[in-house]
């Protein structure tokens, strides 16, 4: 077998769901979207110093910034659609993270999928860059021919529709590359996600807003957060798939989901606004790190979204703890900001019944 077949053989075998090789060439039509889009210049601004520390997604355009011998790019999509997720959790957190791949960590399934298929890729005598580097995913994976785009600004798959995990590999070795598949498969007339989006975050087809959307929003610091978006995400502390359900190429998809996830059929029963508003270090450990952004430390990002999602729940029954929560977090004026509204809104509601 040819090197590439070699490659992509094992990674189906590893349990990867797509595997496509394209050239390490520039994204150029990535990078001039970027530029053009001014809510984006926090992440694109070509004068490094009005954001420092920032990654600035226009140099990761270009994989030779990073990694100079670098010629192809393997590319790896991993599906999460097959799973019933329990509504406890679904109403709370979004499927990319309940699946436990998104931003894979040393010691998780994932991230011990991504190690391997890297340790194999590198016996073959390939070297790899093993640096911070956030290539462009979709377009990776659109230009290796694995994925299509979606107006919402989803990755599609034919199996798994959006509901899939990006990976990139960037590598020294001449490869076979694939056909492309840079293109939209939505029909034309359709903006059912458009219409779906509470915060109006997909301002066009491909055009997202990063200030509205509920993923950003959600892992911003304390007070970071834009107040008069609180009442637009429902009980949702961790990314929502609004837009993802309300799309006709996911349809079929979400019907042939049949298949349980043992540790999330525990955790439905063990998940609690509660216990995240008062979130210790047990209860991160064992409810919040595997399946919210595992790499987020600040608990207070959790206890503010929990505050939020108890505001909009319209359960009167939440009263009682944040009303403790005023005081137990005294000392902390951006979190008592979000636990006050949301007392505001259950006793304006508790008051209307």
């Not at 990776?140 to 990006?166: V, W």
């Not at 190429?249 to 509660?274: C, G, H, I, M, W």
């Not at 729940?313 to 703890?321: D, H, K, L, Q, V």
């Amino acid at each position: 077998m040819k090197v590439t077949d070699i490659i992509k053989r094992k990674g189906l075998e590893l349990g990867f769901s797509h595997i496509g090789i394209t050239t390490a060439e520039p994204f150029i039509e990535y990078a001039q979207e970027l530029l053009r889009r001014p809510d984006y210049a926090i992440w694109a601004d070509p004068d490094r110093s009005k954001y420092p520390g920032r990654t600035y997604l226009t140099e990761t355009a270009t994989p030779k910034n990073y990694y100079p011998q670098g010629t192809s790019i393997i590319c790896a999509t991993l599906g999460y659609s097959q799973y019933l997720y329990p509504e406890e959790l679904t109403r709370h957190v979004a499927r990319a993270y309940l699946c436990r791949s998104y931003v894979p960590q040393p010691n998780d399934l994932a991230g011990i999928r991504v190690a391997e298929y890297k340790r194999f890729i590198k016996s073959l005598g390939i070297g790899m860059y093993e640096g911070e580097c956030d290539l462009p995913q979709r377009a990776a994976c659109a230009r290796a021919g694995i994925i299509t785009y979606g107006k919402n600004n989803f990755a599609y798959t034919k199996e798994d529709g959006s509901f899939n995990i990006l990976f990139t590999f960037l590598v020294d070795t001449v490869l076979d590359y694939d056909e492309p598949t840079v293109r939209c498969d939505c029909p034309e007339s359709c903006h059912k996600c458009i219409d779906a989006c509470p915060s109006q975050a997909i301002a066009a087809p491909g055009r997202l807003l990063p200030r509205n959307c509920a993923m950003n929003n959600h892992q911003l610091p304390l007070g970071a957060f834009p107040d008069d978006l609180w009442d637009k995400f429902s009980t949702s502390i961790h990314g929502c798939d609004i837009c993802q359900l309300a799309c006709p190429r996911n349809a079929a998809v979400l019907k042939r989901a049949s298949r349980k996830d043992p540790f999330l059929e525990t955790l439905k029963d063990e998940f609690d606004l509660e216990k995240v508003l008062f979130l210790d270090e047990d209860y991160y450990e064992t409810a919040i790190r595997p399946i919210m952004y595992n790499y987020i430390r600040d608990m207070d990002l959790f206890r503010r979204n929990a505050a939020i999602a108890m505001g909009n729940s319209g359960n009167s029954a939440y009263i009682t703890p944040l009303e403790k929560a005023l005081t137990v977090y005294k000392d902390k004026p951006e979190l008592l900001k979000p636990i006050v509204w949301a007392l505001g809104r259950l006793r304006g509601e508790e008051k209307s019944n």
